[in-house]
């Protein structure tokens, strides 16, 4: 369907005149008193209306479908929002707007919390649509210094800058995301339906967000809960032809017209999946399940606010059977096959080996207006994630696998609590300052490969920011202090055990100043200089075994120090005009006993099979590079768009290469968007030419395998929004892989037994619908 509304786009005719409108209020978030002269704008049109003296506004003539509305007005800070227009849509907005008479009259606005002069980049809300359906990680690869860190199809982990797992903040809905995330099969336990924007912060960003974010930040914020009386939602369908996968994610929401101050939001989304083929074969035991929900409750006033969010989400996918090798010399055989050792046919049944997680979040937050000084935000939050991880084989004992126990059982239970202070401008000066706290008990049951454990932490933080003209400086302090006991048997002789329970403490300061310079609308020049630490992880002290999902054993070191980043990253933003987009960002670590992976010599036989093993070692490290975004719009219609990233990264110590780094990523798109026809609008098409290198720059003989060769595909997108029947549709389609090219990624764990997934065809439908408006007619 998609298709034919794209070829026969130019041949319909114009039947009706577009005749909706879109009309309301823009009011001052703090007081509601009207805005005059406010902008509202409707990107994809480039029309836009002023307000009024009453504050009123309205743009006419507008065709039935979703638009991006920009609403800005001097000394706001500016509003995007997505918005259905169909008919006679009313919308009031409320930009935040704060006025103070200084020696000259100037108008300025509350800035948010993060740190401005970092570089942040959010995902488009077209390439958010394009990865419905699959994970956060595969999301998130649009953005230049994103890779994704894999374990075959269904397991993705970003990697910033080459830095991963602990060393990334993932931030859902405002809560730093706590569950098993040192593994790197442990996959972010997050619904990507939920975001509303996804935003990559790179660099060390742990002033902010405390300690561990010496790579960066991931933002996965949900939509606002809706301001205005009436009850809506949206409808997401996605099938994809690899692994016949289907997906159906929905939410509705609703505010009350006679309490104004409430709003709610309920969500939740189902997946299935079978096993995902490669060109030439199908992987055994791929298959997954999902359901997630969660509910959100909201109550803002003048001066004061709270709510309330929880999200569950539920995960059961198969690890694929054939890196799980029975001997050394099959596991030698598979290392050297270009097929892997076990094949079958297509199937939805998940068996052994396989991973169930559970993951819960409950967060509970508010604020209070301290007069005209600023704002105090208080915030809970408790999480709770359980994993289970089955072995290819289970017990002998006929009793015990009729029980089907996991082989692997943790729980993990994470508190955390923040309270925050963020003061107004004062003469040229805004900031914040900031107590945050976490404590986490973590048990296991069956085979040990980290112990139980416990975890304690908190941190103090102060961030002030001045700007002036065409200038902003900012800088900030934390200090942090984490505490950590662990509880496991060690081994004394004479087949006797004791329990032991070391104490690890570590504290320390992290710093961070940045600039920025606009020289114009056209030049912004941005410098970030900043120290973070980030002490070890459990695993990287405690492993000690056969990690399943990885099919890896692994081993820490209980010796291991904190990490200590020096990092800078120059970000150059070019933008002339309409037509040319460049940035320009390069980038160095300096970070002193940093901690990876080694692969051991030679893999090793244990009772459950033969295994790759690797040992958590320490060095110090050097990673710089360089990310690059160029858009130039051709024509009118017609845009393309280029996109590099380069990391080169040694090890001073050992004076080579680090090990499992990022290869060289280049990527070429090619963009037509059609104009707005009668019942048709927002359509495009799109291909992407994605080219990867072979990592060539890694210790001679430190793999059990090489690095795989350099590849390329083609990814092909389109999309449309039909109006059928009074009712908005969104239809789009993409190939992944359209030329169902064999390659093999460096970065996935599974690239020593396997392809990657060959060819992929995703169809997404997206219905968005108003129950009840709740305006006036």
């Not at 339906?193 to 933002?219: E, M, Q």
């Not at 090489?706 to 390329?712: D, V």
Request: charged share 20%; net charge positive; with cysteine.
């Amino acid at each position: 369907m998609l298709f034919i509304c794209v070829i026969n786009f130019h041949l319909m005719a114009q039947a009706d005149s577009c005749k909706s409108s879109l009309s309301g209020k823009v009011l001052d978030e703090h007081d509601k008193t009207v805005l005059e002269f406010a902008t509202v704008y409707i990107l994809e049109l480039n029309r836009g209306a002023l307000t009024d003296s009453a504050g009123n506004y309205k743009i006419s003539n507008v065709c039935d479908g979703n638009y991006t509305i920009r609403v800005s007005h001097i000394g706001c800070e500016n509003i995007e929002e997505k918005i259905l227009i169909k008919g006679k849509t009313i919308k009031n907005f409320y930009p935040e707007h704060h006025t103070e008479l200084l020696k000259d009259v100037e108008v300025t606005a509350a800035r948010p919390l993060e740190q401005t002069t970092q570089t942040k980049t959010n995902v488009t809300d077209e390439k958010i649509n394009q990865s419905k359906g699959q994970s956060l990680g595969d999301a998130l690869k649009s953005v230049t210094g994103v890779n994704s860190l894999n374990t075959g199809n269904s397991i993705s982990k970003p990697v910033i800058h080459g830095m991963h797992s602990n060393r990334i903040l993932v931030l859902n809905n405002g809560i730093r995301q706590e569950g098993q995330q040192w593994g790197v099969e442990h996959a972010p336990e997050v619904d990507p339906f939920i975001a509303n924007k996804l935003s990559v912060i790179k660099g060390a960003n742990s002033i902010r967000y405390g300690s561990d974010a010496i790579a960066g930040v991931i933002l996965v914020e949900a939509k606002p809960l809706r301001d205005s009386a009436g009850i809506g939602g949206e409808l997401n369908l996605v099938g994809m032809s690899n692994g016949r996968a289907g997906t159906a994610s929905a939410y509705v929401e609703g505010n009350l017209n006679k309490l104004n101050a409430l709003s709610w939001r309920l969500q939740g989304t189902l997946k299935q999946g079978g096993n995902i083929s490669a060109p030439d074969y199908i992987l055994v035991n791929t298959g997954l399940k999902e359901y997630n929900f969660s509910y959100a409750l909201g109550w803002k006033k003048k001066n004061y606010g709270a709510e309330i969010f929880y999200s569950q989400f539920n995960t059961t996918f198969g690890i694929f059977s054939a890196s799980h090798i029975g001997n050394l010399t099959d596991l030698n055989r598979a290392f050297n096959s270009p097929v892997p050792l076990e094949t079958g046919p297509f199937t939805y049944h998940i068996g052994r080996p396989f991973q169930h997680t559970e993951h819960e979040l409950l967060k509970l937050k508010s604020f209070i207006k301290t007069g005209d000084k600023g704002k105090l935000s208080i915030t809970y939050a408790r999480q709770y994630n359980l994993r289970y991880e089955y072995d290819k084989h289970g017990p002998l004992n006929d009793s015990l696998e009729a029980l089907n126990k996991p082989e692997l059982k943790y729980e993990i239970t994470t508190h955390t609590g923040d309270i925050i202070w963020e003061h107004n401008r004062v003469k040229n000066f805004t900031g914040s300052i900031g107590l945050s706290g976490i404590t986490q008990a973590n048990t296991y049951e069956g085979r040990a490969l980290i112990p139980n454990f416990q975890n304690y932490g908190g941190g103090l933080f102060f961030i002030e920011r001045w700007k002036k003209n065409k200038f902003e400086i900012e800088g900030g302090i934390r200090y942090d202090y984490k505490w950590l006991q662990v509880f496991k048997y060690q081994y004394i002789g004479n087949a006797t055990y004791e329990l032991i329970s070391p104490i690890h403490k570590f504290g320390n300061f992290t710093g961070n100043v940045g600039f920025i310079y606009k020289s114009d609308s056209v030049l912004n020049v941005s410098l970030n200089i900043g120290t973070a630490w980030r002490a070890p992880s459990v695993n990287e002290l405690y492993s000690n075994g056969l990690h399943h999902g990885a099919a890896a054993l692994e081993f820490g070191d209980k010796t291991l120090q904190s990490e200590r980043t020096n990092n800078a990253i120059l970000t150059v933003h070019y933008n002339p005009g309409k037509r040319l987009n460049i940035e320009v960002s390069p980038y160095i670590h300096y970070i002193n006993n940093f901690i990876y992976r080694q692969p051991a010599s030679t893999p090793m036989l244990t009772i459950r099979g033969a295994f790759p093993a690797f040992y958590y070692k320490q060095t110090n490290a050097v990673l710089n590079g360089c990310d690059l975004y160029f858009k130039y719009k051709l024509t009118k219609s017609l845009d393309i768009t280029q996109k590099a990233s380069v990391l080169r990264a040694w090890n001073q110590t050992e004076n080579d290469w680090l090990i499992t780094m990022p290869s060289d990523k280049y990527e070429t798109e090619l963009t037509h968007r059609f104009n707005n026809r009668n019942k048709i609008n927002s359509a495009y098409i799109s291909a992407s030419f994605l080219y990867v290198t072979k990592q060539g720059r890694v210790p001679a003989n430190s793999d059990f395998a090489p690095p795989p060769p350099a590849y390329y595909t083609v990814n092909l997108h389109a999309s449309c929004n039909i109006y059928v029947r009074k009712q908005n549709i969104e239809v789009g389609v993409s190939v992944f892989n359209l030329l169902n090219e064999s390659y093999r990624d460096y970065l996935d764990r599974f690239r020593y037994f396997t392809d990657a997934m060959g060819r992929n065809i995703a169809l997404r439908i997206k219905i968005p619908f108003n129950i009840k408006s709740g305006l006036p007619p």
